[in-house]
């Protein structure tokens, strides 16, 4: 197992992801499928557990990205370190073809690290240009998404309250939605 790259990181508060990386045996998939939901759940019984993304192999891959995200990096640290997680992992280390490689990363890190050792870190630039095309069309749309319901109800269309509820869909969206697609079409572009 990898150690994660977070020595730099011990300081800071605020949201953390477990990136894990899992290459599956091509016919344990399906019992993989099955892990994957126990394990998932069974993080997200611990404190500061803010969800979970899964990005599954194409046709005929084998390689699973998950990253589990938390509001805290010793939250994070708990479940890594957890008997839960530890006997999970006793379970499926069999359909695995390599051990496990686990990052820790806060903030928007997690997106623009590089597929493998072998490629290069994205320059700023492209960091910068990826970041503000998706977010500038989802401050456009969020907004004219919610008309109808700050219509219906106005006290939600009170200064401040709007702003922190369009703030939180933005947000979502790119976290959980938006940014991972778009990031895994433009690779190729941004990790040349």
Known sequence: MTEPQAASRHSQEGGVTIRIHHRVRPEARDRYETWLRQIIEAAGRYAGHQ???????????????IAVRFASEAQAERWRS????RELMDDIRDVLEQDEAV????????WFTPPTAASKQPVRWKQWLVTTGVIWPLTILVPLLW???FSVLPWLDTWGLRHGIIAATVVALVVYVVMPRVV????HWMFE
């Not at 957890?82 to 997680?85: E, G, L, T, V």
């Not at 895994?184 to 690779?187: E, I």
Request: charged fraction near 25%; proline fraction near 6%; glycine fraction near 12%.
């Open 51 to 65: 969800g979970v993304h899964i990005l599954r192999p194409q046709a005929g891959g084998q390689d699973y990205e």
């Open 82 to 85: 957890s008997d839960d997680r």
């Open 147 to 149: 008309q109808p319901v």
């Open 103 to 110: 990052e820790i990363l806060s903030g928007i890190d997690y």
């Open 184 to 187: 895994r079409l433009v690779a």
